[in-house]
């Protein structure tokens, strides 16, 4: 079963557009981390954040926004105001106690000039 | 200089062929991991090591093999390439500090793997 899903496939904004990416999870664990990484067109990965499971304050960094809601089970993911430079792949990922990570399948953004 | 090295970046092969992708880190970490990743799958984990002495398949481990010469260096084999196995090949890394219950996982550039 899909421990992560990211039912946006693709997203596509005209620049200076808000954009929200879902992520909801599935884990039995307690205690798991959530994860969101970049992937620009050049196709590094790029860690963005990770947020434990105790602790559900929303995060801001600059034009990124997380917030994370474990009554249903979600890590979403905004951009505001978003610029070219935004457009990439972002994959959600959660980690449970066997410390490997689960992908979902990724969220292609394209942010038009 | 990069964290995380991967090389060859880019490889075309053929069916059949023994395949060696390389993977070297200055981070210092003990954990490192092999992934696969897909169009529309995400990545998935085909090995991972916590140290040199340790070795674990992941989900997708058939067909690969690896080997941990050194905190800082581990490789993936696919003895004998195929077709299915053409995609983009990320190695990564992370650290697990005693005291602490969390690490994150820095990934390399990757190598795009083509099997003819």
């Known amino acids: 079963a899909q421990k992560v899903t990211q039912a946006q496939t693709e997203i596509s904004v005209v620049e200076k557009e808000d954009v929200t990416l879902d992520c909801v999870y599935e884990t039995r664990d307690t205690t798991y981390y959530l994860f969101w990484y970049k992937q620009p067109p050049s196709g590094e990965l790029v860690f963005l954040i990770r947020?434990?499971?105790?602790?559900?304050q929303n995060e801001i960094s600059g034009r990124y926004s997380w917030n994370f809601q474990k009554s249903t089970s979600s890590f979403n993911f905004t951009i505001t105001a978003s610029q070219v430079v935004d457009s990439a792949v972002y994959f959600c990922?959660?980690?449970?106690?066997?410390?490997?990570?689960?992908f979902g399948a990724g969220t292609t953004v394209t942010v038009r000039a | 200089d990069a964290d995380v090295t991967q090389t060859p970046r880019n490889r075309i092969t053929k069916t059949g062929k023994r395949i060696m992708l390389e993977c070297s880190q200055t981070k210092g970490h003990d954990r490192m991991y092999w992934y696969r990743q897909d169009p529309g799958l995400g990545l998935r984990l085909i090995y991972y090591s916590f140290d040199v002495k340790d070795i674990n398949k992941g989900e997708i481990s058939d067909g690969y093999s690896v080997s941990r010469q050194a905190q800082a260096k581990f490789s993936l084999s696919l003895e004998s390439a195929i077709p299915n196995q053409t995609a983009l090949y990320f190695c990564?890394?992370?650290?697990?500090?005693?005291?602490?219950?969390?690490?994150?996982?820095?990934f390399g550039p990757g190598t795009r793997l083509t099997v003819l």
């Open positions: 990922a959660l980690r449970e106690v066997d410390y490997k990570l689960s």
């Open positions: 947020r434990n499971s105790f602790d559900e």
């Open positions: 990564a890394t992370s650290d697990y500090p005693s005291g602490t219950n969390t690490d994150t996982q820095y």
